[in-house]
C-alpha cells in the first residue's frame, strides 16, 4: 500500500486568498462611491418646485447598509466554509473513505491494498480474516475473502502465515506463504490473484484485468503495512482501484489544496472532497 505523503498545500492558503480579499474589497468600496455619487447626484438634478421626500433618502441609505452587511457576512460564511473544509481534509489521511465518481466508466480491480495486524501469540493454525470487493472490466462487484492462517515459526524467530483468497468457501488463489523477520516485519513479496485464476468465478470468464489482481500488502514505511506484532488480529483490507462507474473506495494518502477545494489523493488519483460520499472505520 502506498505510503502516507505530507499534505502538500499550494498558493491557494496564502497568495490566492490574499488576491481574493484585495478584490472583495475593491468591489465594496466601488460600491459605496457609485451609491454616493447616485446620491449627491440625485439631490443635485432634484426638481425645486417638487424635491425629493427626506424620508426617501433615509430609506436608500438604509437598503444600502442593509446589502453591504449582506456582503460582509457572505464574504465570512465563505472563509469560514474554506478553514472548515482544510481542516476536514486534512483529517481524512489515513482513513478509507467512499467516493463518487463521474466517469461513468467500470474498471476492473487491478491492486487491493491489505494491511493490519496479525498477533504474535497466534497458535498454528490461528486463522484472521478480512474482506473485500473486487471488479470485473464491466464493473460487475464480486466479494472474496483473505484469509490467512498460522504456520509454523522459524528457529530464528521468524514468523509464517499463508494466505489464502477464497469466494465463499472455495478456495480461489492459494496457499501462498508470508514470511516475516523476528521483529515481525514482512520479508516476502505481495501475492497475486491470476487472470486465469479470477476467471474461475462465475459467469465472469474474460472479464478481467490479464495481469490480475495483486495484494498489496504494504511497504515498510507504510503505517497500515502487514506485520506480525503484540495484540489481536486486526487483518484489513483498505479498498482497491477498481469501480463500478459509479463509486470507487480507498485509503486517503494526501491532500493537496486548490483554489478549486481540497483534492484527496486514493488509489494514487486525485478526487474532490466534496465527493466523499463516505469514510468508514477499518
Excluded: C
Excluded at 460564511?77 to 467500470?106: C, I
Excluded at 523476528?182 to 487472470?195: F, M, V
Amino acid at each position: 500500500m502506498t505510503a502516507i505523503s505530507p499534505i502538500a498545500t499550494s498558493q491557494y492558503t496564502a497568495g490566492q486568498s490574499a488576491a481574493g480579499s484585495s478584490t472583495d474589497s475593491t468591489s465594496n468600496q466601488f460600491g459605496q462611491d457609485t451609491f454616493l455619487k447616485l446620491l449627491v447626484a440625485q439631490l443635485k438634478y432634484q426638481d425645486p418646485m417638487n424635491p425629493t421626500d427626506g424620508t426617501a433618502f433615509i430609506a436608500q441609505t438604509a437598503q444600502f447598509t442593509t446589502v453591504e452587511k449582506l456582503n460582509e457576512i457572505s464574504q465570512e460564511l465563505k472563509t469560514n466554509s474554506a478553514a472548515t473544509e482544510v481542516l476536514e481534509a486534512g483529517s481524512m489521511v489515513g482513513k478509507a473513505v467512499t467516493v463518487a465518481t463521474k466517469s461513468g466508466k467500470p474498471a476492473a480491480t487491478t491492486v487491493a491494498h491489505v494491511g493490519g495486524n496479525l498477533s504474535l501469540d497466534d497458535a498454528v493454525g490461528a486463522k484472521a480474516t478480512t474482506s473485500t470487493t473486487i471488479y470485473t472490466t464491466q464493473g460487475t462487484p464480486v466479494p472474496i475473502q483473505i484469509e490467512m492462517t498460522k504456520l509454523a515459526d522459524g528457529a530464528d524467530g521468524s514468523r509464517h502465515w499463508a494466505a489464502r483468497a477464497m469466494l465463499g468457501s472455495k478456495q480461489l488463489a492459494g496457499p501462498f506463504t508470508v514470511d516475516f523477520d523476528s521483529h515481525g516485519e514482512r520479508t516476502s513479496g505481495d501475492i497475486s490473484i491470476t487472470g486465469a485464476q479470477l476467471n474461475a468465478v462465475p459467469d465472469t470468464t474474460g472479464l478481467w484485468n490479464t495481469t490480475g489482481v495483486r495484494l498489496d500488502l504494504g511497504t515498510s514505511t507504510d503505517p497500515s503495512r502487514l506485520r506480525v506484532g503484540a495484540g489481536s488480529d486486526g487483518l484489513t483490507t483498505f479498498g482497491q482501484n477498481g469501480t463500478d462507474g459509479t463509486s470507487i473506495r480507498g485509503v486517503v494518502t494526501g491532500v493537496q489544496f486548490t483554489a478549486n477545494g481540497p483534492l484527496l489523493t486514493i488509489n494514487d488519483k486525485q478526487y474532490p472532497l466534496t465527493d466523499v460520499t463516505d469514510v468508514h472505520v477499518v
